[in-house]
């Protein structure tokens, strides 16, 4: 089992991720770099699963989890960028600081 | 509760009984004048009266009994006196009661006839007055505290009576307070006799403490019985009893409110100068007389000393008055002297013999005053004159009071007159006997002035004077009768009954009494009383009007003296009661705010400065400071970091992010 | 009646008030009508109860403490809840619980500003419990408790509900309302004094076998316990804390202002009862326990009395103010009672005890007069009254009755203090100096011709005289039937002492010989 790419992969792939959280400034792209981040987290998941060949398969069954909740969290995520966009005619980020001090 | 010891130390040589059950009834006549004035004050003015009736009934009881007990006394004999125990403090028993004796006796009846007289006449003077009910009221007062007097068996009640009488004077002299003028000489009475009394009950204090004993009888019985603790202390004792005499029966120099006391009705002044509050004085130094005689025979001296500057000095002052009332006060004061230098030469009946005659024509004098001021409406005698015409009967009645006076036989006034100066002079007191006797010819003189100006001559008022009710006439007429027939009940030689009344006591009297007469004396009272009469008329009437006769005798700077009364008036109140009333009272009041309490603020200042030093300096600028620092600083460091909080998400993240990278690279490098 | 031979008849004469205050502040504040009669009704039942206490208490055995109890209260100090009466508190406990009901009465039409029944008849109450718990307690801490629970309604009274105009105060630079001057000098003024004497208190227990029994504390005193410079001290100390109260000269400036801001009712309960407080504590502890201090004291206390009664009949010469006039006169009436105590003779402490009870009696009811006439005129200033028997006659002659009684007439109430207390200083215990005490004696005789002056003369100002112009369109009222039914008891009770003063001697003399008998033997 060839452990280190598939690392590389995941790791590349949470890079890419956090990076697009921190840039981006649309919403929208911003919810889709968290799904990237959340991905990632899924493949090391199944990788390990794989390599450790546990019997209870409890990797596979965490990465289902996992997704579960990210499509529930798109959803939120998405409603609330839905609202945003109706209130504030923009999906910018930075035009929301309604959490200043 | 009532006690009836009688007879303790019975001494008396004359035959007498206990009275019976009129002797044991006889605190009706004290009782009785104050259950009728509360009658009369609360329910009074509802009566058809308003109120009289029940003040007339109440004195014509207090009359009728003490004429009972007065007939008793003549036919029999009567001493007893009752104690009621009020408390006891310590080893001293508090005790009121009556006596009923010689002396006490015949002050009833002078208080019972005077008064029903007075009260009678009353009637019709106050008539339409202002506060005729409480007139009345206080009027049966003052009868009642004369009686609560009288009656004494003990110092205390005394006191008693004594303080009573001025307060009922207060009220009566004060009657119309709407003048200033008025409530002045009532509170001016009222304050000249209570700085007497400071002399009686320091005196009463000091003969309690060294007798052990309140009762008037025991203290007499202690004093004729040569008692060591007593006699150390008698002198000052008999001093300080005097003082207090001084005061209610006016002696110089604390006769000045008498005059004064003229303020109030007529017939307050007539029961006033006869029966009721000049007389306590008097009958104050008879009820001790016992003990003066036996024990500060000293004291004596300087009683009759007293005695005699008063009958000159307040006669002398008579001449020169314009207000008729103000002429028989001085008049007053002046009888009073003869009858307290009476007591003051050992003459225990001749004084009170006396007090027994002046009673009645001062009494029958002033009502008749009050008849002719009710008439011509004014004081003044220079607003008098030619009243015979139209007041007959006041006239006459006046001129037997006059001549009862100024001691011509066979009036009353005549007699006890005449025993005084005998008594004087078989004292050999020659020097007082021939003051007493100028005094005679002084009384004659202004006495015979006053009926010139008010009733001879032209009339010189206002308006048209007319006879006076019946009402008042007859008190007068009555008075007359005891004016001229009151002396015969004690004429030396013929019948001394008067001696035998006053003498018959617990205690012996041993005194000087005059056997048959002593012509010497009785020719002098008369020649002088004579002379006195014929000069008045002389420079009265035969030489014309009031100013033209003034005018003979106004010689300076005499006269001013005397109409400005010796200037006593003045001095007292420039050196006495202004200094007191202004600046001493003003001084202790300014101490009391400057000093006292400016001491008691500035201890409060001073604690509340070095508050304020504490407070500022060590609480508000140290451990208040530092706990505020300590917000202080919370506060601005807050104000600085609370700027990283800028609500953008991805700052947050970035941050996070470098923590987590900080601490991964902590961990990895360090741990 | 057995309930009142253990003690709980008494208990229940000192707390019963205090119970009745704590309901009062439960019933709501709008119920004005229910607050009233329940106070009435509770200081009625209080004086019913000292009523019966009066017939339970053995006349014939005075001089011993009768119808108390003792109960163990703190231990660990040995303070105990003890309690009595003899002869010397009862009288004075009848009338602090007669004259209660007499200011209830008064207030139940009569409120000061601002009107608040509900905290004025508590405290009234409260007020009553501190003045009869001192006369009964025969504990010192018990004592020194009711001493200063007086202190806190009196205070409340006077800084609430006293007088709101503005004065200067000498001294200060800014003006003071009178009720917050008066109030905090009063209760200062008061607490200085029973600070010192709370030190006494502690040096006779640590003296004294650790007790604060005053029965026991004088059987100890008596056989010589406490003497030197301890004792002296002692008995200083106690004399400040009572002299204050009392007061006596130089320590009496709390009281003219206080009587003169505080409301009626205020001052009325002050001059009656709680002067009495001072020189009932000097007959109650200090002589007794202190008998050779006592007479070493006796002569400065005579002579402070002396001056007290000179000075303050003198400041009342010069007084303006009508309540200021009569404050002044308790001053010099207080100094005759000091006198009869400081004579140590039975004569002289039955004469400072009557005077006590005719003090209370008589001032009292002047207060009473004299506020109820501020409360009509809206003044006090005598330059401004005057013909007040023509605009209330009621008010006026009783207000002349009761001068004359407070001049000392023979035959009122007020005469036996002073005559007996000029009596006893005539002559004094055996050992005192006389010369001193008869010099006293004769000021004292000569402060009774000041003291006639000054009420004559404010009776002359206020009383008499045609009334001025700017009462002529005022509608002034005269004595109602509260104010009456508030002040007719009192003057029956002056004219029945002053006629038969056995009421208060009867009890008083017993006792008072027996006390003085164990202190100076004889």
Known sequence: MIVQPVLVVAAALFSLGIYGILVRRNAVMVLLSIELILNSVNINFIMFDTMLADAMMQGQIFTIFIITIAAAEVGIGLAIVLMLFRNRQTANINEFDLMKW | MVNFTTTIFAEGELIYTDGGLLAQYAWLLVLLPFVAALIITFMGKHLPLKGAEVALATIGLIFLYSSALMYSHITSGVVNEFFINVGSIGVFDIEFGWVVDGLSIMMYFVVGTVALLVFIYATNYMEGEIRYTFFFTSLTLF?????????????????????????????????YWEKKDNSSAAMKAFITNKIADVGLMIGIIILALNTGTLRISEILYQATHEYEKLSTVAFIAAILLFIGAMGKSAQFPLHVWLPDAMAGPTPVSALMHAATMVTAGVYLLARMFPFYKSMAPDALDIVM??????????????????????????????????????????????????????????????????????????????????????????????????????????FAGFFSKDEILASFNHEGEITFFFIAVLGAFITAFYMTRAVSLTFLGEYRGHGHPHESHNLMTTPLLALSVFAIASGWVNIPGVYTGFTDWVTTRKNKIVEYHPESFDLFALSSGLLAGLLGIALGYYLYQLQGSAETGDDKI?????????????????????????????????????????????????????????????????????????????????DSFGGKVKLLQTGKTQQYLMMFLGGVVTISLLILFII | MELFTNGIGLSAVVFFPLISAFVITLIPKAQEQLIKRFAL?????????????????????????????????????????????????????????????LAIIYSLEHLPEPKSPKGFLALILVLETGMNGTFVALDLILFFVFFEIVLLPMYFMIGIWGDKTVRTVSGFKNQIETRLYASIKFFVFTLFGSAFMLLGFLGLYYRGNKTFSIPEL???????????????????????????????????????????????????????????????GFVRIAIPILPEQAKAWAPAIAILSAIGIIYGSLACLAQTDLKRLIAFSSVGHMGFVMLGIASLTPIGINAAMIGMVAHGVITGLLFFLSGSMAHTYHTRDMGRLGG???????????????????????????????????????????????????????????????????????????????????????????????????????????????????????????????????????
């Open chain 2, 305 to 410: 000393l007293f005695g005699v500057i008063t009958l000159l000095a307040a006669g002398l002052i008579a001449v020169v008055q314009d207000d008729l009332k103000k002429v028989l006060a001085y008049s007053t004061v002046s009888q009073l002297g003869y009858m307290v230098a009476a007591i003051g030469s050992g003459a225990y009946t001749a004084a009170l013999f006396h007090l027994w005659t002046h009673a009645f024509f001062k009494a029958l004098l002033f009502l008749g005053a009050g008849s002719v001021i009710h008439a011509v409406h004014s004081n003044s005698m220079l607003e008098m004159g030619g009243l015979r015409k139209v007041m007959p009967k006041t006239f006459a009645t006046f001129i037997i009071g006059t001549v009862a006076l100024a001691g011509l036989p066979p």
């Open chain 3, 41 to 101: 009704a509770s200081s009625l039942i209080t004086f019913v109860l000292s009523a019966i206490l009066l017939f339970q208490f053995d006349f014939s055995s005075a001089e011993k403490l009768q119808l108390g109890n003792k109960i163990s209260w703190i231990k660990s100090i040995n303070a105990n809840y003890e309690i009595g009466i003899d002869g010397i508190s009862l009288p004075l406990l009848v009338l602090s619980t007669f004259i209660t009901v």
């Open chain 2, 554 to 634: 106004k010689i300076q700077p005499i006269w001013s003296v005397l109409e400005n009364k010796y200037y006593l008036d003045d001095f007292y109140f420039k050196y006495v009661i202004d200094p007191v009333k202004i600046n001493i009272s003003r001084a202790v009041d300014k101490f009391n705010t400057n000093v006292i309490d400016r001491f008691v603020n500035g201890f409060g200042q001073i604690a509340s400065l070095l508050g304020g030093i504490v407070y500022n300096n060590f609480d508000q600028n140290g451990i208040d400071k530092l706990l505020n620092m300590s917000s202080s600083g919370t």
């Open chain 2, 143 to 175: 009868a009642g505290s004369m009686l609560v007097l009288v009656s004494s068996p003990t110092l205390i009640q005394i006191l008693i009576g004594w303080e009573l009488v001025g307060v009922c004077s207060y009220l009566l002299i004060g009657h």
């Open chain 3, 388 to 522: 007040n028997m023509k605009l209330l006659p009621k008010t006026g002659a009783l207000l002349g009755f009761t001068a004359m009684a407070s001049l000392g007439l023979p035959g009122l109430a007020g005469f036996w203090g002073e005559f007996m207390a000029l009596l006893g200083a005539y002559n004094p215990l055996d050992g005192l100096n006389t010369t001193v005490f008869r010099t006293s004696m004769v000021a004292g005789a000569i402060g009774t011709v000041l003291t006639a002056g000054y009420l004559l003369w404010m009776l002359q100002r206020v009383n008499l005289g045609e009334p001025s112009d700017e009462w002529s369109d005022k509608d002034l009222h005269d004595a109602d039937f509260y104010e009456l039914s508030a002040w007719i008891p009192l003057v029956i009770l002056t004219v029945l002492i002053g006629v038969f003063p056995k009421l208060i001697f009867g009890a008083t003399n017993d006792a008072v010989i027996a006390m003085l008998s164990k202190a100076f033997g004889g």
């Open chain 3, 218 to 280: 004088i059987e100890l005193g008596t056989s010589g316990a406490f003497t030197g410079t301890f004792a002296t001290l002692v008995f200083a100390v106690l004399f400040l804390g009572f002299a204050v109260k009392v007061p006596m000269w130089p320590l009496h400036t709390w009281l003219p202002d206080a009587h003169t801001a505080a409301p009626t009712v205020g001052s009325v309960l002050l001059a009656a009862i709680l002067l009495k407080l001072g020189s009932y």
